[in-house]
Nanobody, 124 residues
Framework: QFHVVESGGGLVQPGGSLRLSCATS????????IGWFRQAPGKEREVVSS????????YYSDSVKGRFTISRDNVENTAYLQMNSLKPEDTAVYYC?????????????????WGQGTQVTVSS
């Protein structure tokens, strides 16, 4: 059985940092692309970042490039999203998603398994 569980969200002031974790089980993790997506109220879900199975191919959306860093630990079956210099517009529910092949996509429809999401609120 597949499990995807995000953690690490919370309330942070503008300019602050958070580190999201995505713990998985049931997958052959080192064969899976991992994506982070977010959805703000009234907006569509959007891709934030993705990392290929071997960690060599990484994508960031323009809105987070230079501020967020994605990483993965293929021994612990866990992925991370380090978020620095957070802005109010980063406020959203953040989702981790697993694609059952090595290579990534920026389309949410191509990820088969999703976590329940973790709320990130950036506010003073």
């Amino acid at each position: 059985q597949f499990h995807v569980v995000e953690s690490g969200g919370g309330l942070v002031q503008p300019g602050g940092s958070l580190r999201l974790s995505c713990a998985t089980s049931g997958f052959t993790f080192n064969y899976n692309c991992i994506g982070w997506f977010r959805q703000a109220p009234g907006k569509e879900r959007e891709v934030v970042s993705s990392i290929s199975a071997d960690g060599r191919r990484i994508y960031y959306s323009d809105s987070v490039k230079g501020r967020f860093t994605i990483s993965r630990d293929n021994v612990e079956n866990t992925a991370y999203l380090q978020m620095n210099s957070l802005k109010p517009e980063d406020t959203a529910v953040y989702y981790c998603a697993v694609r059952l092949i090595r290579y990534c996509s920026i389309s949410a429809a191509e990820f088969e398994h999703w976590g329940q999401g973790t709320q990130v609120t950036v506010s003073s």
